[in-house]
């Protein structure tokens, strides 16, 4: 009851921030972004100019042919002409425009800033709810990080996305409601919304939006989830069986592994959370249950798809949603002592599979194209930084079960940030070799900084828990069941990606 009211105090501060931030301007309808001296900011004005056309067509053309297949939620048809999505889906337009802008990074900020003040201006002073709006707000916030040095946004985009969502009615589940039903009122008047078939346009969006929240959820912090359980699976097996598009098939295995780190989620970090006495037994059995769904996924991922790293990524990243609660204080406080019992080795099996799956992950980020590494959406960092706090952990994590020392090291830790970090940079001189230059967002030019840091922390962490940590059977008054404790709390995220906010946090 506590957790739920939090969640709703804080849909009530996101609303408040949004209604601060936003801009209201008379008028019956939207009207254009003010226009600006700088040449690429320009293509926020219609109509046109020649030269912002120009600009308008680069910038289209690197979304459409690097940028959207890594984010198949929302599609643009290739006879979609820039002045044409313009006109008629202003807001997704924008937000292209902005994860696009990648040769100049300062007119890519001021291009994010309008964006922001342009959708408070449309949702708050002028009402507006469409399909066009939401999938501008979904593009907007897969590319998270771009505007991040505006200040954090993420908590008010995510909760106007679902409100939207469910505004439109591509949320809600098939009505089935009595006369008697709770808000039976607004049944009245939403009651086609509830019963007609969802087009695959909007089946796409509310897709997007549930592996958005999952994704965040698993890696980042424990958000309000996505109701709609059945539907999410309705509109997967629909877009499945019509195969309309070439982005459905990847489309649908991203949802299919969050739709098993939700399960995961429920079992371990929700429903175990709340209960006082778990049997640890229990717990081992649910793990080996887990176990088999995931590689039945796993073992039927198509092949050949050309995202197939990144979906391997995602693969990687459910396989440590589920090992890591090996870590739990409970767990092994339950180890018999001289480490020689089925169930120790069985805890040491959870966490020697734990970090196979986060060096798994390193690998899988090192096989890809540096022009993945330029495009890749917000959601895939994160699952990255997930993986690097969880090795972080295990190497700080000592027991009768568990010495890290046997498996792995600080030094091997290091060496694996700075693959990541070499990697990362290889990109970057790369994309600003290329014709138009490409470049991310200043603050990764203080990744191999951040990463020096982080091995100096867990270096340190990592001394005291090797000398008093061995063998004690001492319960510690951290619950890791608690979601806030599995997942990245801000304070831990501030360390661990001081890089993503270039030190706003």
């Not at 109701?227 to 877009?239: F, M, Y």
């Not at 649908?252 to 429903?271: G, M, P």
């Not at 717990?283 to 796993?298: F, P, Q, T, Y």
């Not at 990463?451 to 990592?462: D, G, L, T």
Request: aromatic share 8%.
């Amino acid at each position: 009851m506590a957790r739920d009211l939090l969640r709703l105090e804080s849909k009530f501060d996101s609303v408040a921030q949004l209604l601060s931030n936003s801009s209201a301007v008379a008028g019956n309808s939207p009207g254009p972004v003010p226009p600006s001296d700088s040449p690429i900011t320009s293509v926020f004005t219609q109509p046109l100019t020649p030269e912002a056309q120009l600009l308008a067509y680069k910038m289209f053309e690197l979304y459409h042919r690097q940028m959207m297949p890594l984010f198949p939620f929302v599609w643009i048809s290739l006879d979609e002409s820039p002045e044409k999505l313009f006109r008629e889906r202003p807001m997704l337009y924008m937000a292209i425009m902005v994860v696009a802008c990648q040769q100049n990074v300062d007119a890519q900020l001021e291009l994010a800033q309008r964006w922001r003040e342009e959708l408070g201006r449309r949702i708050w002073a002028q009402g507006e709810k469409n399909l066009h709006l939401l999938q501008g707000v979904l593009v907007y916030l897969a590319w998270h990080h771009i505007h991040l040095q505006l200040g954090s946004q993420l908590n008010n985009l995510v909760h106007t996305a679902m409100s939207l969502a469910e505004e439109l009615g591509i949320s809600r589940e098939k009505s089935s409601n009595t006369k008697t039903s709770p808000g039976g009122l607004n049944d009245y008047f939403t009651a086609n919304q509830g019963t007609r078939e969802k087009t695959n346009e909007e089946r796409r969006c509310y897709l997007g939006l549930f592996w958005i929240n999952s994704v965040l959820r698993m890696c980042v912090k424990d958000t309000c989830p996505m109701p709609g359980g059945q539907s999410i699976e309705e509109a997967r097996l629909a877009l499945q069986q019509s195969a309309e598009l070439p982005c459905d098939e990847y489309l649908v295995q991203l949802v299919r592994v969050q739709q098993a780190a939700n399960t995961i989620d429920k079992t371990f970090y929700q429903d175990m959370s709340t209960t006082e006495a778990t049997l640890p037994s229990a717990v081992l059995m649910a793990v080996s249950h887990l176990e088999r769904d995931i590689e039945a996924i796993r073992t039927s991922l198509p092949s050949g798809l050309p995202q197939q790293e990144l979906l391997l990524m995602s693969c990687h990243v459910l396989q440590i949603f589920l090992y890591k609660v090996g870590m739990d204080d409970r767990l092994l406080h339950s180890v018999d002592t001289d480490g020689s019992s089925t169930y120790s080795l069985r805890l040491s099996h959870l966490l020697a599979s734990c970090l196979n799956a986060v060096k798994a992950e390193a690998s899988s980020v090192l096989s890809l194209a540096n022009s993945v590494i330029l495009s890749m959406p917000y959601l895939n960092w994160i699952q990255i930084g997930h993986a690097i706090l969880i090795f972080s952990r295990l190497l700080v994590t000592h027991h009768s079960s568990w010495d890290p020392g046997l498996l792995t090291s600080i030094q091997d830790f290091a060496d694996t940030l700075e693959g990541l970090s070499q990697k990362i940079e290889g990109a970057m001189n790369e994309g600003i070799n290329s014709s138009p230059p490409r470049s991310l967002p200043t603050m990764f030019t203080k990744l191999r900084e951040r990463f020096i840091n982080i091995c100096k922390r867990v270096e340190e962490n990592s001394k005291p828990n090797t000398q008093s940590n061995i063998g004690t059977t001492e319960i510690s008054n951290s619950n890791m069941f608690e979601s806030g404790n599995m997942v990245l709390d801000e304070e831990t995220e501030a360390l661990l990606f001081s890089f993503f906010t270039d030190g706003l946090l």
